[in-house]
């Protein structure tokens, strides 16, 4: 099917004229030639567009952003089951099935098809709210896909602000290098950041490494920074980089984005550790879906890719503008700190987007 509508943006590059969609999971070759835009599912479901124009990302013009009245906002857990759900993750713990589980909730707003006027509009505008948020919370990996309903083609609506990388992919001299920064330790300044901040950093790197390892040479994989500081509008997180060269049998053709997903997928920084025993905690946990939010979200040229981690994201489905926001939970958690930090990741950006 083809359509003439659909835009996204990421990593300097703006698309436009969504014309094509496919299912990575089922045609992962078709990511090997040519630009796509991607969006995966924390769930697993990933998919990629296609656009008839891809171009460097200049002085992109936007409508105003109508979001949704502060007061709408909700929350798929309040105070008091996110504290019971970190209780029970301490639980798991001490019992020996997990180290570390991140455990979100999902903030909903109603946002109708509609402008402030009250002029009907088929979907919301998601370049308008991109450029709210790249003033007012400018991201390293801020991205932005929207390909609507009337396009012919599978629609995506997703807005994010995320500052963490979940896959690049370059040339290197000795073959393709696969890099992932996690992120793990949020404060509002650099003195806030913990001793659990940096053990917690620390247990998902070697995480990381470890998916890493799945896909790469032996002996190619590294970190390369541990427990950096970056600074982020109202926030500051560690930082850690891990890379690794790519194993021959993974970039033989039809091969590379089936075996990088299937080794590196859902991202640990947003899973736990191990990965297996987080997300079955993950699915007793949590009493809403995750969509694209702690999902993927970037771009994907041949031999080259960008991929962020889908945090700080918002998407828009049915009239509702969704927003997600999570922790880390290890023994040394106190289910209202971590409360708080779920707090502290949403407030700016659901400000920002808020009328």
Same mark, same amino acid.
Not at 63 to 89: F, I, K, L
Not at 231 to 256: F, M, N, Y
């Given at each position: 099917?083809?359509? =003439?509508?659909?835009?996204?943006?990421?990593?300097?590059?703006?698309?436009?004229?969504?014309?094509?969609?496919?299912?990575?999971?089922?045609? &992962?070759? $078709?990511?090997?030639?040519?630009?796509?835009?991607?969006?995966?599912?924390?769930?697993?479901?990933?998919?990629?567009?296609?656009? +008839?124009?891809?171009?460097?990302?200049?002085?992109?013009?936007?409508?105003?952003?109508?979001? &949704? +009245?502060?007061?709408?906002?909700?929350?798929?857990?309040?105070?008091? +089951?996110?504290?019971?759900?970190?209780?029970?993750? $301490?639980?798991?713990?001490?019992? *020996?099935?997990?180290?570390?589980?991140?455990?979100?909730?999902?903030?909903? =707003?109603?946002?109708?098809?509609?402008?402030?006027?009250?002029?009907?509009?088929?979907?919301?505008?998601?370049?308008?709210?991109?450029?709210?948020?790249?003033?007012?919370?400018?991201? &390293?990996?801020?991205?932005?896909?929207?390909?609507?309903?009337?396009?012919?083609?599978?629609?995506?609506?997703?807005?994010?602000?995320?500052?963490?990388?979940?896959?690049?992919?370059?040339?290197?001299?000795?073959?393709?290098?696969?890099?992932?920064?996690?992120?793990?330790?949020?404060?509002?300044?650099?003195?806030?950041?913990?001793?659990?901040? $940096?053990?917690?950093?620390?247990?998902?790197?070697?995480?990381?490494?470890?998916?890493?390892?799945?896909?790469? %040479?032996?002996?190619?994989?590294?970190?390369?920074?541990?427990?950096?500081?970056?600074?982020? &509008?109202?926030?500051?997180?560690?930082? /850690?980089?891990?890379?690794?060269?790519?194993?021959?049998?993974?970039?033989?053709? *039809?091969?590379?984005?089936?075996?990088?997903?299937?080794?590196?997928?859902?991202?640990?920084?947003?899973?736990?550790?191990?990965? /297996?025993?987080?997300?079955?905690?993950? %699915?007793?946990?949590?009493? +809403?879906?995750?969509?694209?939010?702690? *999902?993927?979200?970037?771009?994907?040229?041949?031999?080259?890719?960008?991929?962020?981690?889908?945090?700080?994201?918002?998407?828009?489905?049915?009239?509702?503008? %969704?927003?997600?926001?999570?922790?880390?939970?290890?023994?040394?958690?106190?289910?209202?700190?971590?409360?708080?930090?779920?707090?502290?990741?949403?407030?700016?950006?659901?400000?920002?987007?808020?009328?």
């Amino acid at each position: 099917m083809t359509g =003439a509508t659909g835009w996204a943006s990421f990593a300097g590059r703006v698309a436009t004229g969504a014309v094509e969609c496919v299912d990575v999971h089922e045609h &992962p070759e $078709r990511l090997e030639t040519g630009t796509w835009f991607v969006v995966a599912d924390f769930e697993g479901r990933a998919r990629a567009w296609r656009f +008839a124009q891809v171009r460097d990302a200049g002085t992109e013009p936007a409508g105003a952003w109508h979001g &949704p +009245a502060s007061d709408t906002w909700t929350t798929s857990m309040d105070q008091a +089951a996110y504290e019971a759900a970190v209780a029970r993750v $301490r639980e798991y713990v001490r019992e *020996g099935e997990v180290y570390q589980a991140n455990i979100c909730r999902v903030l909903s =707003a109603p946002l109708p098809a509609q402008d402030g006027g009250g002029t009907t509009r088929a979907e919301p505008d998601a370049r308008a709210l991109a450029a709210r948020l790249a003033a007012g919370n400018p991201a &390293p990996h801020a991205a932005a896909v929207h390909v609507p309903a009337a396009s012919g083609l599978d629609p995506v609506w997703v807005v994010s602000a995320s500052p963490e990388l979940y896959l690049s992919l370059a040339d290197g001299p000795d073959g393709p290098v696969v890099e992932s920064g996690p992120i793990k330790g949020t404060a509002r300044t650099p003195e806030g950041l913990t001793d659990k901040d $940096r053990a917690e950093n620390v247990m998902i790197t070697d995480l990381v490494r470890n998916d890493l390892q799945t896909v790469c %040479r032996p002996g190619t994989v590294e970190v390369t920074s541990l427990l950096a500081v970056e600074e982020h &509008p109202g926030l500051v997180h560690l930082v /850690s980089r891990v890379r690794g060269v790519l194993a021959d049998d993974v970039v033989r053709p *039809g091969t590379l984005w089936r075996r990088l997903l299937v080794g590196t997928f859902p991202p640990g920084s947003v899973s736990g550790a191990p990965k /297996s025993s987080a997300l079955r905690i993950i %699915r007793e946990l949590e009493t +809403a879906p995750r969509g694209p939010y702690c *999902g993927a979200v970037g771009w994907v040229d041949g031999g080259r890719a960008s991929l962020a981690v889908g945090i700080r994201t918002f998407w828009w489905a049915d009239g509702v503008l %969704r927003f997600g926001t999570g922790a880390g939970i290890t023994w040394g958690s106190d289910p209202t700190a971590e409360w708080h930090e779920t707090e502290l990741k949403a407030e700016r950006l659901v400000a920002l987007a808020s009328s």
